[in-house]
């Protein structure tokens, strides 16, 4: 019973205790425990969406009873906002990575769509939480960083095809706002692309660049509008 209340001989010469000791040994484990909890309520928020999945349902899918869940999240909303701001974060920061660094606006925009491709693909939940329950989140004030992050995004994109077309790299003739629309519409649906088959997500990428900035038709052809 002496030596169990001993300190222990930290690696730096300091000491701790071994309560501390076999603390400082739980938090690993509870912190991988609270990782998984967050991909499993993911999993379940994909399938049957945010607001139709219970706190019940992510501990049995957890094997963990319901009180136990919040000996690490204080509610649903929270593991939410996990998923969710994580998400956001790494597209924010792709987008203002890709502003700072990039030459020209059509760098600036190859360099998104490569980089958000890579995001996307690796936060299909995220993805999934925000295309079943947006009307839902939109109001919500603890996600109301969402909508402003969208913003954010929608502006980056109208700006650099503006710069574009003051610099006559893009058409003159182009809806900045229209352009960004349809073009938002397709890149937030990478699970379309991964369904591409014989092909992989970077020559996905690469025919899709080539499509936004090279068109279909062959140059000089006269439209039907001629």
Do not use: C
């Not at 937030?188 to 014989?198: A, F, K, L």
Request: glycine residues 8%; hydrophobic residues 40%.
């Amino acid at each position: 019973m002496a030596a169990a209340r001993k300190s222990q001989t930290g690696k730096a010469g300091g000491t701790v205790s071994a309560a501390a000791a076999r603390g400082g040994q739980g938090r690993p484990l509870r912190s991988q425990r609270r990782a998984h909890m967050v991909v499993l309520a993911g999993e379940l928020f994909a399938q049957k969406g945010y607001r139709a999945t219970t706190v019940r349902e992510i501990a049995d899918a957890a094997g963990i009873l319901s009180g136990s869940l919040y000996h690490h999240f204080d509610s649903k909303e929270s593991i939410g906002h996990e998923i969710l701001s994580s998400f956001v974060n790494e597209v924010l920061g792709n987008y203002r990575a890709a502003v700072a660094s990039a030459q020209n606006p059509r760098a600036v925009l190859e360099q998104i769509v490569r980089s958000t491709s890579r995001t996307l693909s690796q936060h299909r939940a995220a993805l999934a939480m925000l295309q079943h329950d947006w009307s839902y989140f939109a109001t919500q004030p603890r996600f109301a960083y969402l909508p402003k992050a969208l913003r954010e995004i929608e502006r980056i994109w109208v700006t650099q095809l503006e710069a574009g077309q003051q610099e006559g790299v893009f058409r003159p003739d182009l809806d900045a706002k229209l352009t960004y629309g349809l073009l938002r519409d397709i890149l937030w649906i990478p699970e379309q692309w991964r369904r591409t088959r014989g092909y992989s997500t970077d020559q996905v990428v690469d025919g899709f660049l080539r499509i936004l900035f090279d068109g279909i038709a062959v140059a000089g052809q006269p439209s039907p509008q001629d």
